[in-house]
């Protein structure tokens, strides 16, 4: 499991590397006053607020579950997952649903945005500077007119059994 | 039929169908390198399946076959018209003695010896010998007026080459196309072969060719897949609807909707029955396999099938296929001694390899054991070492179970020498892997010298299962109805109510004190102060994990539903609690509780073992048993304990209703006189007030112990020291980390009985009793328990020592003998005995701590009249008295 995981993301990266001049799709989300992108292809839906059940001893970043067209959704509190504190007010948030590995799993946000094109060339590495825990989750940051894009890679973001290895 | 052989009869039919089609095509295209192989293929795994199954003629035939098409393959022949139809001949000749395999379930007599002359030699020459070849180049024509419709059907099974890499299965090497198709092919090809084949020899050729192909149909595994999913979401929309008309007597909906469910009921069944098949079916293959390695390695190997119809999904079956076949292999070759080992180790010569499966609590659980040399610690620590997997601090800190785990890495074997069965370090890691991948877990027992187990636990992902919705602490949660014994409701002034005993809450049901765990607790969502309620009013779930049954205090108690257990993602799969998860049927989704998971969370180390990286770090003894000790004091600070399955119930009894008869002090209890006995002679009661007893029970008697003061109950290893000379104490054991005094209950039962009662044990001849028990604990717990009872009692420490006394003589109206023993255990003992001629009739009670029905089956195979679980004394004395009425 933790082999194939590896692997995944350095390929995605690769694709995100290599596609010099073209555009990239990403669907954006945002928590707080950053701006997330993720790859367009891996998003299989879009949620506004949902009965989430609660999933006694799972780890914190674990929201619960809920029910998607008859399918069971893990929903992932990214919010947790970035070491964020909790949101203020009230406002439920959207969810977006990803597919990994044949489950899928719902990556709370607080807003999803539009469907972004954005140009390859405005692609950068993670800066050397950023939090550990964010440069675990980026694939790297695309430079927008007006604010900075960053990447999330999803494989990571859901490998918790990863994290916790490299914790402990 | 045999399974394999209508195996091997439906998957030839279908390869034989294929080859017609095949050979035709050769005809055409004589130097298609690609299709010659699949001819040659196909034909070298008739001829293979065959030997295995034991059919010389039809093997001899395939053989000849198959050597005319090498010689062609290596081009050392060419491809002619004579040649195909030479071959043609040798398949329906094939096709005419499956047909006779599949009447009469054997090959019809007589040979081919004409056919097989012929081949060979046209193997030889490449020429048709004189004479013969007129007749069958008449027939070589036939099949050519129909090539049309052949070659149209032709190139159908063709863009399935094979989809998925054929996991190592000989017998299910040739994929079958999906059925539309091969059923295309076999009309076409049995159309082409009317033709071809030879009337006269067998005449019953196309009727029977196919009649196996007709009963059963090879459908693509992906379609169930689907079709299950279908079924488990029409049952999710069924649940919803039967909500929505729920309390509504008068709808109109009623009616259909109960016909709905119905059916849907039934379709479910249908379509899950369409997946199971007996494990059996992948253990076929196993007798044979051990048998070739005992013979190449020089062994005795006796394997043992337990539970062979225990039916799982297909799908599950085939990827557990091989991890069983290795770990079989794994066990008679690494795990068992050779001959001259097992005779130096005092074992029998003949090793045993056992294979048990069943189902527990919507898993399947298969038990791959042998009786061989174990695990050796020292070896694998010196090869982790080697490879590099630890350091050497590390190792100092592990226990034997953790070390064992290393077997499960990667080029981990610690075989000496590389055999051609395994010690090639590709193994366990592959194994795990495997069973991981469908959602199991591989655990290990393993005891230097007496022998390793494997346990295999799946879950039955598929399964629709009936379970109990309850709520705890808001949220709602789904518990196997399988596991559910009853539901008591729980209230402080109904005959029911729970206690506590320190913090931990029990309650009486039946004269048995019921551990109980409270669900809000165990998972987290306990909201601090509302504990106190709990005791006002509850509802307690009665589950039962094999033979561990304990209550889960829950909030509140919906109604069963029909549930699809459906796997949890895979970041949550270490949650040991739950099994699954699902959605109810008004849409939420829901957790599905592991009753086994809670039990292995509270204490009860269950039938598999250790579960899990945090029991394995708590307790470092892992591999003895805890047993469950209640505390109390009595007379001065001493801390003593006694076994709580002992104790029938706790009672407070006040003073004041202490009467004295004879100098002795009763109460009247449930309408009988109850003697109360006190821990010493020097004891002093309160003089007022309410006093705790702890009440024992043996069969029609009941008998008050006087304590001060309850403390608590205590899960522990039980290691008695044996110091005790005085009257009443078995002797002392740290308990919870503090030297504590055991009591010998059955030296009180005796202080209250030998006065009331005694008299009465000269009522008939005491029956002579022999009891083996390696345990000094055990053995001074029931000899005076069982001389109570009116027995005579002799107990030795092992069966060897049992077997000296037979010897020397010694005569017993019965035995009772614990199972895990060192030395020789108790199956052994009892199997010695058998056919014994003084002690052969003499009846055996097994006694142990594992009392699964595997464990019945296997103690009345070899001898044992009974089995009874350790501490059950009731049942011991009745067990032992309705055997000797027997006798």
Redesign the interface.
């Known amino acids: 499991m933790s082999d194939k995981n590896a692997l995944v993301p350095s390929s995605e990266r690769n694709t995100a590397l290599d596609l010099g001049g073209s555009t990239k799709d990403f669907v954006t989300a945002t928590i707080g006053k950053q701006m997330f992108g993720i790859p367009v292809l891996t998003v299989q839906d879009v949620l506004g607020p949902q009965r989430i059940t609660r999933i006694p001893l799972a780890p914190p970043e674990v929201a619960g579950s809920l029910n998607l067209r008859g399918r069971i959704v893990t929903a992932i509190d990214v919010r947790k997952r970035l070491g964020l504190r909790n949101k203020e007010g009230d406002d439920p948030g959207m969810s977006i649903v990803v597919d990994q590995g044949g489950e899928l799993y719902s990556l709370m946000v607080d807003q999803v945005g539009e469907v972004l094109s954005v140009p390859q060339n405005a692609f950068e590495r993670n800066p050397a500077t950023l939090d550990p825990r964010w440069r675990e989750f980026s694939d790297g940051i695309f430079r927008l007119e007006k604010n900075l894009l960053v990447i999330l890679d999803v494989t990571r973001l859901l490998d918790f059994a990863g994290s916790v290895k490299q914790v402990g | 039929m045999d399974d394999l052989l209508s195996e091997f009869l439906t998957e030839t039919s279908e390869s034989l169908s294929t080859l017609d089609v095949e050979l035709v095509k050769l005809e055409q295209n004589p130097n298609d390198p690609d299709i010659l192989s699949n001819i040659f293929r196909l034909v070298h795994t008739i001829k293979g399946t065959c030997g295995f199954l034991g059919l010389p003629r039809l093997e001899a035939v395939a053989h000849a076959g198959e050597n005319v098409l090498g010689k062609i393959r290596d081009g050392e022949l060419v491809v002619t018209p004579d040649a195909v139809t030479l071959v043609l001949e040798s398949i329906d000749t094939i096709k005419y003695l499956l047909g006779e395999l599949e009447t009469n379930e054997a090959e019809p007599d007589g040979n081919d010896a004409d056919l097989i002359a012929r081949l060979n030699h046209f193997a030889d020459t490449g020429t048709l010998p004189a004479g013969a070849g007129s007749a069958p180049k008449a027939q070589a024509r036939a099949p050519e007026p129909e090539p049309a419709p052949v070659a149209s059907a032709a190139p159908e099974p063709e863009p399935e080459p094979e989809p998925e890499p054929e996991p190592a299965a000989p017998a299910a090497a040739a994929t079958p196309p999906s059925a539309p198709k091969s059923q295309a092919v076999a009309a076409a090809a049995s159309s082409a072969h009317d033709g071809g084949a030879k009337g006269d020899a067998h005449p019953r050729n196309e009727t029977k060719e196919s009649t196996v192909a007709a009963q059963t149909i090879r459908v693509n595994v992906e379609l169930l897949e689907n079709l299950m999913t279908l079924v488990s ?1 029409l049952v ?1 929309t069924r649940n919803q609807l039967l909500q929505m008309v729920r309390g509504k007597d008068d709808s109109e909906f009623t009616v259909p909707l109960q016909r709905l469910s119905h059916i849907t009921t039934d379709l479910q069944e249908g379509v899950m029955k369409t997946r199971m098949q007996p494990i059996g079916n992948a253990w076929a293959k196993l007798p044979r396999i051990v048998r070739d390695l005992a013979l190449e390695m020089g062994k005795k190997i006796d394997l043992q099938m337990i539970g062979a119809d225990t039916e799982l999904d297909r799908q599950v079956l085939e990827l557990i296929k091989d991890p069983l076949t290795h770990m079989v292999r794994n066990s008679a070759d690494h795990g068992l001694e050779d001959i001259q080992g097992r005779r130096d180790a005092g074992k029998p010569e003949t090793g045993t390899v056992t294979l048990n499966a069943y189902h527990e609590g919507g898993h399947i659980i298969i038990e791959i054991s042998d009786d061989g040399r174990g695990l050796n610690v020292e070896r694998i620590k010196a090869k982790a070492l080697t490879n590099g997997l630890v350091t050497e601090g590390e190792l100092e800190n592990m226990s034997d179970q953790q070390i064992h785990q290393f077997i499960f890495k990667p080029g981990f074997s610690t075989a000496e020498k590389v055999t051609s069965v395994s010690g090639r370090g590709v193994g366990m890691d592959v194994v795990r892997t495997n069973i ?1 991948k469908i959602g199991g877990t591989v655990e290990l027992k393993s005891v230097e010298g007496r022998g390793s187990t494997f346990i295999i636990k799946i879950p039955l992902t598929l399964a629709i299962v009936s379970a109990l919705i309850v709520e705890s ?1 808001g ?1 709602r949660f789904a518990i196997p109805q399988i596991s559910v014994l009853e539901l008591v409701r729980a209230s402080s002034n109904s005959e029911h109510s729970i206690e506590r005993i320190h913090d931990t809450p029990v309650l009486r049901l039946r004269n048995r004190l019921l551990p109980l765990v409270t669900l809000k607790r165990i ?3 306990d909201d601090t102060a509302a504990d106190a309620e709990v005791d006002e009013e509850a509802f307690i779930v009665v589950a039962q994990v094999g033979t561990y049954s304990f209550g889960i205090i829950v909030d509140r108690v919906f109604d069963t539903e029909e549930i699809v257990v ?1 796997p ?5 799969r270490d ?1 040991s ?2 099994s699954g ?3 109810l049927g008004d ?5 599905i509780l592991d009753p086994n998971g809670i039990a292995t969370r509270t204490g009860e180390i269950t039938v598999g073992g250790q579960q899990g990286v945090e029991s394995k770090a708590k307790s470092e003894s892992s591999d003895r048993e805890t047993t469950s000790m209640l505390v109390f004091r009595a007379g001065g600070n001493e801390i003593r304990a006694v076994p709580l399955a002992l104790v029938a119930r706790l009672e407070e009894i006040d003073v004041e209703s202490i009467e004295y008869s004879n100098g002795r002090p009763l109460v009247q209890y449930r309408g009988k006189l109850m003697p109360l006995v006190f821990i010493d002679g020097a004891y002093q009661m309160k003089s007022e007030g309410r006093q705790p007893t702890l009440v024992f029970q043996d069969r029609e008697r009941t008998m008050g112990l006087v304590v001060d003061e309850i403390v608590d109950i205590v899960d522990d290893v039980l290691n008695v020291e044996l110091t005790a000379d005085r009257d009443g104490l078995v002797g002392s054991a740290v308990i919870d980390g503090k030297a504590t005094d055991l009591i010998d209950a059955g030296y009180y039962l005796e202080l209250a009985f030998s006065d009331w009662f005694g008299k009465e044990e000269g009522r008939t001849e005491k029956k002579k009793v022999l009891l083996v028990d390696d345990s000094p604990f055990f053995r001074n717990l029931l000899t005076p328990m069982l001389s109570v009872s009116g027995f005579k009692v002799t107990s030795v420490e092992s069966a060897e020592q049992a077997l000296e006394l037979k010897n020397n003589g010694a005569i017993f109206d019965a035995i009772i003998s614990d199972i895990e023993m060192p030395g020789m255990n108790g199956f052994e003992f009892a199997e010695s005995l058998q056919n014994d001629e003084s002690w052969g009739e003499v009846p055996i009670i097994a006694l142990s701590s594992h009392t699964s029905e595997e464990d019945f089956e296997r103690g009345r195979r070899v001898g044992f009249s009974d089995y009874v679980a350790k501490f059950d004394r009731d049942a011991l004395v009745s067990t032992l008295i309705q055997t000797l009425a027997a006798v």
């Open positions: 979401e999710l991981e602490g949220e998972l987290g969502l459906k949890v993602a895979p970041i949550l949650l609690l739950f998860n699902t959605i849409g939420s989704v829901i957790m």
